[in-house]
C-alpha cells in the first residue's frame, strides 16, 4: 500500500510567482487536505476536497485554490506569492464515509522558500 | 473558534524520566482529539486518539486521557527513549464534514541518553 506522496520537496520561489504543488492520496482515500506548517508553528487548515469538490476551508485568502482530480490526487496552486507564505505545505488523505471517524495520514510534506 | 493551547517547549530529558506535555482545547461540540508526532524531516504520524469524554488512548508506551471536565489531553510516557526526540502536537477534530484537524503549536522533546 502507497502512502501519501508529494511533490516537489523543495521549492524556491520568488514574491509575486505563482506555485503549483501536488499530492498524490494514499490507495483508498478519496478525501484530501491541505495544510500550511509555518517554521515552529503547528499546522494550519488550508482547504479540503471530496469528490472534487471543496467541501470546507480555513482561514486562507481566495489565492489559494486547489483542485482534486478523478485520481483523488491533487493539487494546491498559490498565486501572488507573498514573503509569509514560505511554510512547509502538508498533504493529508483519508477516506469518507462508515464510522465516525477515520485517520488522516500526512504526507512528507513540500517546503516553500519565497525570496 | 476551535483552538488548542500546548505546553511550550523544548523539553530536554534523560533517558527513563517520565515525560508529561500538557494540552487543553476550546470547542464546541463535542470534538475528537489526537496527538501527531514529527520526526525530523518526515510528516505527522498519529500517535494516539481518543473521540469521547473519558477515552483513553494509548500507542508505544505513551497514553493521553480525553477530560472533558478540565477540557485537557495531556500527553504521558512512564519511560522516554532517546528515539522518541521529536515534535509532539496536540490537536482536535471538530464533528463537521470536513472533519479539519486543529492543531497546537508543537512541543520539541529532546531525550538525551
Known amino acids: 500500500e502507497t502512502g501519501v506522496t508529494q511533490s516537489p520537496t523543495h521549492l524556491i520561489k520568488t514574491r509575486g510567482q505563482q506555485v503549483t504543488l501536488r499530492c498524490s492520496s494514499q490507495?483508498?482515500?478519496?478525501?484530501v487536505s491541505w495544510y500550511q506548517q509555518a517554521l515552529g508553528q503547528g499546522p494550519q487548515f488550508i482547504f479540503q476536497?471530496?469528490?472534487?469538490?471543496?467541501?470546507g476551508r480555513g482561514n486562507f485568502p481566495p489565492r489559494f485554490s486547489g483542485l482534486q482530480f478523478p485520481n483523488y490526487s491533487s493539487e494546491l496552486n498559490v498565486n501572488a506569492l507573498e514573503l509569509d507564505d514560505s511554510a512547509l505545505y502538508l498533504c493529508?488523505?483519508?477516506?469518507?464515509?462508515?464510522?465516525?471517524?477515520?485517520?488522516?495520514?500526512f504526507g512528507p510534506g513540500t517546503r516553500l522558500t519565497v525570496l | 473558534g476551535d483552538s488548542v493551547t500546548q505546553m511550550e517547549g523544548p523539553v530536554t530529558l534523560s533517558e527513563e524520566a517520565f515525560l508529561t506535555i500538557n494540552c487543553t482545547y476550546t470547542?464546541?461540540?463535542?470534538?475528537?482529539l489526537f496527538w501527531y508526532v514529527q520526526y525530523p524531516g518526515e510528516g505527522l504520524q498519529l500517535l494516539l486518539k481518543?473521540?469521547?469524554?473519558?477515552d483513553k488512548g494509548s500507542n508505544k508506551g505513551f497514553e493521553a486521557t480525553y477530560r472533558k471536565e478540565t477540557t485537557s489531553f495531556h500527553l504521558e510516557k512512564g519511560s522516554v527513549q532517546v528515539s522518541d526526540s521529536a515534535v509532539y502536537f496536540c490537536?482536535?477534530?471538530?464533528?463537521?464534514?470536513?472533519?479539519?484537524?486543529?492543531f497546537g503549536s508543537g512541543t520539541q522533546l529532546t531525550v538525551l541518553p
Open positions: 493529508a488523505s483519508r477516506s469518507s464515509g462508515g464510522g465516525s471517524y477515520n485517520e488522516q495520514f
Open positions: 490507495s483508498g482515500h478519496n478525501t
Open positions: 476536497y471530496y469528490r472534487e469538490e471543496e467541501n
Open positions: 470547542a464546541t461540540g463535542y470534538p475528537s
Open positions: 481518543a473521540t469521547k469524554a473519558d
Open positions: 490537536a482536535l477534530s471538530d464533528s463537521g464534514s470536513a472533519r479539519q484537524l486543529t
